[in-house]
């Protein structure tokens, strides 16, 4: 595939805004397209390949083109070395870019270090080494250098996986069960999925298959009260209304009206009518109190650094910082606190991130089970092995595109006896 000289501009502009790291690069490159809509479908492809190609490999790309490196010359340098593009496939590159270019491809460099190994900054390398050899955090590195695959999860109030399956197989889209979760179909491409008939009429969701995993461990009944504490725009809200069989009541509680309003349209698709959205102002909000030991299952899909997604995401690794990620554990174990007074005698609690750090997580849940005896830790692989859902994961449900190729989630599963 020939790469014209308008592409390589295209993408060297939107990398330019991306690399100020200000906003999320999803919606930097959204706000990108919106403003140049005369810019066709497979520019556009080539220019987010290119801008999450180079957030990917940013530390390999930077050690070949310098310190001063312009954005331009890291596209250059990722389609030279990481794509592995001939120069015959650039079209009319010359002068300074084809030397560039030239000099790029047949550069070498001296031995990395593990973060430049792995592509990570420093201080990440390092927390990730605490706890992995070189190996392993050289390997989950590299996994979540490749691009996620594309998850769908079916509604079981409109329609079960294999009947999924069939069809989107028959409308010419190659898929298959999900390894794990029950309701889950992994796609092999990434198809534009918005005005099938089967998502317009809520029959599917798009909701990684790690994430979905979340509902078997808080295993919500007929009939119960539920709460989803950080709801969001509301995936996991709605996979625990259709659990519950479209009974009981379930409260989706969040902090951000504008994500709120984002699950309304969902549930109308998905036809369930027991979910109660609910803006908070915070997590001692009054609404929350009056719910205190109400509750039969509470979930916490817990505000997190998200370096769990970095297949998705891999400007978080470059917009993190460890102050950020000392203010977030702060407000992690807040929340956690908060949310486990609404749970009754013999409820469940389960806490769950995004991320792969322990001081998200382990720590996070070790040091409230110091503080609140009253809770105990079920082992997360048995109460999925219920479901005859099996993971190796052991006690607390560590998830990683190394090892199970979904993103990287972990959940630990409570359950309060006094």
Not at 74 to 89: D, I, K, N, Q
Request: hydrophobic content about 40%.
């Amino acid at each position: 595939m020939s790469i014209s000289p308008a592409q390589l501009q295209s993408a060297s502009q939107a990398l330019r805004s991306v690399l100020t790291f200000e906003y999320p690069a999803d919606a930097v490159l959204s706000r990108y397209f919106r403003d140049l809509r005369e810019i066709g479908a497979r520019d556009r492809a080539f220019v987010a390949e290119a801008v999450y190609g180079v957030l990917r490999r940013k530390r390999t790309l930077e050690r070949l083109c310098g310190p001063q490196a312009q954005p331009r010359h890291l596209v250059l340098a990722w389609l030279a070395r990481v794509e592995g593009t001939p120069l015959r496939h650039l079209e009319a590159l010359h002068g300074r870019d084809k030397e560039f270019f030239t000099e790029v491809k047949a550069k070498s460099l001296p031995e990395p270090t593990l973060a430049e190994n792995a592509d990570l900054p420093d201080w990440l390398a390092e927390r990730l080494s605490a706890y992995l050899s070189p190996e392993q955090v050289l390997a989950l590195a590299r996994s979540m250098n490749n691009p996620a695959p594309l998850d769908l999860r079916v509604n079981p109030l409109k329609l079960d996986r294999d009947a999924l399956v069939a069809r989107l197989q028959a409308d010419g889209i190659p898929c298959a069960p999900g390894k794990f979760s029950p309701l889950a179909v992994r796609l092999e491409g990434k198809p534009a999925l918005q005005r099938h008939p089967l998502f317009l009429d809520g029959s599917f969701e798009v909701q990684d298959e790690g994430s979905q995993l979340l509902g078997y461990l808080l295993q919500p009944k007929r009939g119960e009260m539920v709460v989803d504490f950080c709801a969001g725009a509301g995936g996991k809200t709605l996979l625990l209304g259709a659990l519950m069989r479209n009974t009981g009541r379930l409260y989706a509680f969040d902090v951000s009206e504008k994500r709120l309003s984002k699950l309304k349209p969902r549930v109308a698709r998905s036809g369930l009518s027991n979910i109660h959205p609910v803006v908070i102002d915070s997590e001692n909000d009054t609404r929350v109190k009056r719910l205190a030991g109400k509750i039969d299952r509470v979930l916490v899909d817990a505000p997190c650094s998200g370096l769990g997604t970095l297949r998705r995401n891999p400007d978080l690794k470059w917009r993190q910082s460890p102050e950020a990620l000392a203010e977030l554990t702060v407000k992690q174990a807040a929340i956690l606190a908060s949310a486990a007074r609404l749970v009754k005698v013999g409820g469940r609690l389960v806490y769950a991130t995004c991320s792969v750090l322990p001081e998200e997580n382990q720590d996070v849940v070790e040091a409230f089970l110091a503080a609140n005896p009253g809770f105990v830790k079920l082992n997360a692989s048995e109460v999925l092995a219920k479901h005859d859902i099996q993971v190796e994961s052991g006690e607390l449900l560590q998830l990683s595109p190394a090892t199970h190729d979904t993103d990287g989630f972990f959940a630990a599963v409570l359950e309060r006896k006094a």
